[in-house]
């Protein structure tokens, strides 16, 4: 079975300032998907960023950049030029590609980041 | 276009009762999928439909079932209550199911009170 962990529970920054939310995952799988999603505090999911596990070029979604480490199954979310909307819940997910059981989001169990003004 | 929509909002119930939740998926995706969020557990997922067929289903007693109707609206239910299924329930679309690899769009979510 996929597990995701973010180890985490909890991390604050100061507005403008960079930060780093880490995920770890385990699979056995060797085509599946990674994303990390924001819940603010208003509670609907976005999809922050994406990355495909066959595509060695890290993902970029403006100020929002993942590090991924394929062979160490991690995952890190860098958010760059924090701001205050960027407080929320951030949840990093995994869904293995196919028709089987695990075509599905599997999810961690979220960091709750605080952005500081 | 309208984002998914679910309805109730919030809910209170009692244990021993039933509860049935409505998701009405973004305008063309036929494709729903649901999640139980809760403190302790966190995220999991409960069931995937697509054209009104259960294609997955997570790890949930039979007490838990869903069903999809032909214009991609889904439902579900969970009979004789406990309460530990208090909880956030959401809902999540996409296109189709291919679709569902490049992003789910997740609704504002029900939140479920049991007593």
């Known amino acids: 079975a996929q597990t995701v962990t973010q180890s985490q529970p909890e991390m604050s920054v100061q507005e403008a300032e960079t930060v780093t939310l880490s995920c770890t995952y385990d699979t056995s799988e060797s085509n599946y998907y990674l994303f990390w999603y924001k819940q603010p505090p208003s509670r609907q999911m976005i999809l922050v960023i994406r990355q495909e596990a066959y595509k060695q070029q890290n993902a970029t979604e403006n100020r929002f950049s993942v590090n991924f480490q394929k062979a160490a199954k991690s995952f890190s979310l860098k958010i760059s030029d924090s701001q205050l909307g960027d407080t929320a819940m951030y949840f990093c997910a995994f869904m293995n590609r196919g028709t089987g059981a695990n075509s599905k989001l599997t999810f961690g169990k979220g960091i709750t980041l605080s952005v500081r003004p | 276009k309208a984002g998914v929509t679910q309805t109730p909002r919030y809910l209170i119930k009692t244990r021993g009762q039933q509860v049935t939740l409505s998701c009405s998926p973004i305008s063309g995706h036929r494709s729903v999928s649901w999640y139980q969020q809760t403190p302790g557990q966190g995220l999991q997922f409960l069931f995937e439909?697509?054209?009104?067929?259960?294609?997955n289903k997570g790890n949930f007693p039979g007490r838990f079932s869903g069903r999809q109707f032909s214009n991609s609206r889904s439902e579900m239910n969970v009979s004789t209550l406990e309460l530990g299924d208090s909880a956030l329930y959401l809902c999540?679309?996409?296109?189709?199911?291919?679709?569902?690899?490049?992003?789910?769009?997740f609704g504002p979510g029900t939140r479920l009170t049991v007593l």
């Open positions: 999540a679309s996409s296109l189709s199911l291919q679709d569902k690899y490049n992003e789910q769009f």
């Open positions: 439909y697509f054209s009104e067929t259960q294609r």
